[in-house]
């Protein structure tokens, strides 16, 4: 079992910055990739960016230029540094890993940009 806790959410001004971080803690942990999706409310859930093992890195083409993921492999943590902030980014943000050949979600975090 993985559990994940994600954190770094809140209310930010239009262009302005937030970093997210999840941490992914259990027995064996074996992970390769690390995710964001976010859910707008009454959308869908969609992928924001991803991170392999081996560091290759994938965007949404919204956030490409704006957000950077990365991992710190001995704190078994992904982060996602947003930047340039619009209002249309407002969502709640989840993080995934894959650990083995199962996927885990953290709980979720709210961003709201707003003036």
């Known amino acids: 079992q993985v559990r994940l806790v994600e954190s770094g959410g809140g209310l930010v001004q239009p262009g302005g910055s937030l970093r997210l971080s999840c941490q992914a803690s259990?027995?064996?942990?074996?992970?390769?990739?690390m995710f964001w999706y976010r859910q707008a409310p009454g959308k869908e859930r969609e992928f924001v960016a991803s991170?392999?093992?081996?560091?290759?890195?994938a965007y949404e083409d919204s956030v490409k230029g704006r957000f950077t993921i990365s991992r710190d492999n001995a704190k078994n943590t992904v982060y996602l540094q947003m930047d340039s902030l619009k209002p249309e980014d407002t969502a709640v943000y989840y993080c995934?890993?894959?650990?083995?050949?199962?996927?885990?979600w953290g709980q979720g975090t709210q961003v709201t940009v707003s003036s």
């Open positions: 995934k890993v894959r650990n083995g050949v199962l996927g885990y």
């Open positions: 259990g027995s064996k942990l074996s992970i390769s990739a």
């Open positions: 991170i392999t093992s081996g560091a290759n890195t």
